[in-house]
C-alpha cells in the first residue's frame, strides 16, 4: 500500500460483554484526509474513534497507526498517543490548572520540553485558536466554546499529525459552534489528518474528503460528500440524511 | 452626630435579629428563655467550680498546695471548687511523661517546630510555602533525632516518653506515615490488577472490621514474631504501626471517595495526551481528588487523634494514661474531675482545631469551584 496510509483498520470487533459494538470494521485513512462520521446515537461512533488511540481496546482485527500495530504493548500505545490528538464533546479540561498549564502540561512531562519552551508553544497555539489574553484564566471561568478552542490547543500542543474529534460541538450553544468550526476548518486547510464525529453536516461539506455512515456497529456507506449527500445508496442512510437535514 | 446614628442604626439592627430569631413568637420566647435559664445554670455552676471557686497553685488559706489534704475542697467541704494543683504538680509528666526533665528542652523545640512543619501543608497562599513545605519534609528527622537523640544527644528511651508527647507522636507520626500508604491503597483498590486490587480491598476491610484495641493487642503480641530474632521493636514502636495502618485503612476510603468524584473524561484527556498512568495520577487525578477527600480526610485524623488514648491498655502512658498514674498517687488520688477535664480539655482543643479546619476548607471548596 502507499506510504500514505496514516490508519489502518481491518476487520476490528469490539465487544462490551454480550454486546457486540464495532462489528468488522475496515477503515483505511491516508495522510491529509478529512472523514466525516456520522450515524444514529449508539451507532458506535465514539467507540471507534477511541480504539483508534487505545482508550478502548478492540478485541479482534487490526488496528495499525502510522505504521504500529495497537496491542497491550503500552510502548506502542505511548507512541500512538503521542500522535494523536483528540477532542471531547465534553471539552475535559483539568479544572484545577490554568489554560496555560493545561496546554503546557503535556509537552513538559511526555515531551519533557523545558517550561518556558513549553509555555510558548502553547502561547503560540493559544494565539491560534484567538484567545491568547485567556491563558492566566481557569477553564471554569471560559465560555463552553472558548473552553473547546483551548481544548484543540492542548491537543495540538503535542504537534500531532492526526487528529480525532468526538462530537466537538454538540455541547455547545448554537452561538458558540462556528468559532469551533472556525478553528477545525482552519486546522483542515493546513493539512492536519481529521477524524470527525459530528452531525454538523454544513461542516461536513466544507472540509470532508469522505463521508462514513454507521449503524449498529457497521460502516454502512462510505463515499465522497457528494456521493454521499446527493445520491447515497443504502436506505437507512437516506432515512438518516432525512432526518437530520429536515431537523 | 454620624457616629449616634451609626449607635442608633447598629442597635436597631441588633435588636431587629433578637426579635426575628429569639422573640418571634410565644414558642420561640418561651424556648428562648429555657435555653437561657439552662445555660445560665450550668454555665455558672461550671465555671464557679472550674475557676471562681477554685485553688489553683494556693488554696484559701495562701498555703502553696502540696497534695490533696490542702486542697480548700478537702478543708472546707462543700464551700469549694475544683483543685488545679494536680495538674501543676503534674505538668511535666503531663507534658513530657518520664522524659528526664533537663532533657524537655528537646521536646519544647519539637513541639514549638511542629506548627511550622504542618502549616505549609494546611494552607496553599502562605508566603514562602515551598520553604515550609522543605521544612515539613525534614521535620520528621529533626524530631527523630532530637526526641529519641544521637551523636551529641543524649539517647531517650521511647519507654520514657509519655503524655500529650506520646500522644501527639502516635498522632502526627500516624497520620504522617499513614497518608502515602493510603493514597497507595486507595489507587490500588481502584486498580485494574486483580491481584493488587483483592490485596488492597481485604487489607482495607479487614482493618476496618477491627476494632483499634484488637490491632493494638496485635501488633503488641505478633510483631515481634514476623521480625527476625534479636529486633526488638519497643512499644511505642508497635503501638505506632497498629495505629498507622488502621489510620491508612480509613484514609483511604476517604481517599478513595474523592477518586471517584473525578469524572472519566480527565483521565481519557491525560491519556489522549500521552501521559502515563503515574503522570496522570500524580498530576490529574490525585490533585483534585485530594481537594475533594480533604474534609473526610480531617474528619478521620480527629477519629484516630482520640483514638491515640487506647494505647494505655498496651502499657504506653500517652496523656490519659499520665492521668491515671496522677490519679493513682496517694498523694492526689480522687481528683478525678480535675485530671479528666483537663484531659478532655487539652484533646478538644486539638479535635476542635481540626474540625474548624475542615469546615475552613469546604467553604473554601464551595468558593473556589464557583
Ligand atoms: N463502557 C461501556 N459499557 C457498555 N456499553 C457501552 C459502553 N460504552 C458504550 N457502550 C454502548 O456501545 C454502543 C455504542 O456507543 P458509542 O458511544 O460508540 O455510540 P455513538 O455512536 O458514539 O453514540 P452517540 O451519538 O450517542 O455518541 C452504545 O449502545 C452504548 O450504549
Ligand atoms: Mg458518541
Redesign the pocket.
Known amino acids: 500500500m502507499s506510504t500514505d496510509q496514516v490508519i489502518h483498520l481491518e476487520k476490528v470487533n469490539k465487544w ?2 454480550d ?1 457486540h ?1 464495532l462489528k468488522d470494521i475496515d477503515l483505511i485513512v491516508n495522510k491529509g484526509q478529512k472523514i466525516v462520521i456520522c ?10 474513534i477511541r480504539c483508534i488511540n487505545r482508550l478502548e481496546a478492540h478485541q479482534k482485527g487490526t488496528i495499525v497507526v502510522h505504521g504500529t500495530e495497537l496491542t497491550n504493548d503500552l510502548k506502542n500505545i505511548d507512541l500512538i498517543r503521542k500522535n494523536v490528538g483528540m477532542v471531547f464533546q465534553q471539552f475535559n479540561l483539568f479544572p484545577h490548572l490554568s489554560v496555560l498549564d493545561n496546554i503546557s502540561l503535556a509537552p513538559i512531562w511526555v515531551k519533557k520540553m523545558p517550561k518556558n519552551e513549553a509555555e510558548d508553544i502553547a502561547m503560540s497555539y493559544l494565539e491560534k485558536v484567538k484567545i491568547p489574553e485567556q491563558a492566566q484564566k481557569f477553564p471554569g471561568q471560559l465560555s463552553g466554546g472558548q473552553q473547546q478552542r483551548v481544548a484543540i490547543a492542548r491537543s495540538l500542543a503535542m504537534n500531532p499529525d492526526i487528529m480525532l474529534f ?2 466537538p460541538t454538540s455541547a455547545l450553544d448554537p452561538e458558540m459552534i462556528k468559532e469551533v468550526l472556525d478553528v477545525m476548518i482552519q486546522l483542515a486547510e493546513e493539512g492536519m489528518t481529521m477524524l470527525v ?1 459530528t452531525h454538523e453536516m454544513g461542516f461536513a461539506k466544507t472540509v470532508a474528503d469522505q463521508m462514513i455512515f ?1 449503524d449498529e456497529g457497521r460502516i454502512v456507506e462510505q463515499a465522497s460528500p457528494d456521493e454521499f449527500f446527493n445520491n447515497p445508496k443504502s436506505d437507512r442512510t437516506k432515512l438518516f440524511l432525512s432526518q437530520i437535514l429536515n431537523h | 452626630m454620624s457616629s449616634t446614628t451609626i449607635q442608633i442604626i447598629s442597635r436597631s439592627k441588633y435588636y431587629n435579629w433578637l426579635v426575628k430569631n429569639l422573640f418571634s413568637s410565644w414558642v420561640n420566647t418561651i424556648l428562648t428563655v429555657i435555653a437561657l435559664i439552662f445555660v445560665y445554670q450550668v454555665g455558672s455552676f461550671f465555671l464557679n467550680w472550674a475557676i471562681f471557686d477554685a485553688d489553683f497553685r494556693y488554696n484559701f488559706q495562701g498555703e502553696l498546695i502540696i497534695d490533696r489534704g490542702f486542697c480548700s475542697k478537702n478543708i472546707m467541704p462543700g464551700e469549694y471548687g475544683a483543685c488545679w494543683a494536680i495538674i501543676f504538680a503534674r505538668w511535666n509528666q503531663f507534658m513530657y511523661g518520664l522524659y528526664p526533665i533537663e532533657e524537655a528542652w528537646r521536646v519544647n523545640l519539637i513541639y514549638a517546630l511542629l506548627p511550622l512543619a504542618i502549616i505549609g501543608i494546611l494552607f496553599d497562599k502562605i508566603p514562602f510555602r515551598r520553604y515550609f513545605i522543605y521544612f515539613t519534609f525534614i521535620f520528621p528527622f529533626l524530631a527523630y533525632f532530637m526526641l529519641y537523640g544521637g551523636p551529641g544527644l543524649s539517647v531517650v528511651g521511647t519507654n520514657k516518653w509519655g503524655g500529650l508527647l506520646v500522644t501527639l507522636f502516635l498522632g502526627v507520626t500516624g497520620i504522617g506515615l499513614a497518608f502515602p500508604l493510603s493514597i497507595l491503597l486507595a489507587l490500588g483498590r481502584r486498580s485494574k490488577m486483580p491481584i493488587i486490587k483483592s490485596l488492597c480491598v481485604v487489607f482495607i476491610e479487614f482493618i476496618r472490621g477491627v476494632p483499634l484495641i484488637t490491632l493494638l493487642f496485635t501488633a503488641n503480641v505478633m510483631l515481634p514474631l514476623f521480625l527476625p530474632d534479636g529486633v526488638n521493636p519497643d512499644n511505642l514502636l508497635r503501638a505506632l504501626v497498629a495505629v498507622t495502618l488502621f489510620q491508612s485503612a480509613y484514609m483511604a476510603e476517604a481517599i478513595r471517595g474523592g477518586l471517584q468524584a473525578i469524572p472519566r473524561g480527565q483521565v481519557e484527556a491525560a491519556q489522549s495526551l500521552g501521559l502515563s498512568y503515574w503522570q496522570t495520577t500524580r498530576k490529574i487525578v490525585l490533585p483534585q481528588a485530594l481537594k475533594i477527600a480533604i474534609p473526610p480526610i480531617v474528619n478521620t485524623c480527629i477519629g484516630l487523634f482520640k483514638d491515640t488514648s487506647l494505647v494505655l491498655i498496651i502499657g504506653l502512658f500517652d496523656l490519659l494514661g499520665i492521668g491515671r498514674a496522677a490519679l493513682a498517687d496517694m498523694t492526689w488520688t480522687k481528683l478525678y474531675y480535675e485530671v479528666y477535664v483537663f484531659i478532655s480539655l487539652v484533646f478538644f482543643i486539638f479535635c476542635f482545631g481540626m474540625s474548624r479546619y475542615s469546615l475552613y476548607l469546604e467553604k473554601k471548596l464551595k468558593t473556589d469551584n464557583s
Open positions: 462490551y460483554d454486546f459494538v450515524g444514529p446515537s449508539g451507532s458506535g461512533k465514539s467507540t471507534m468526538d462530537e464525529v454507521m
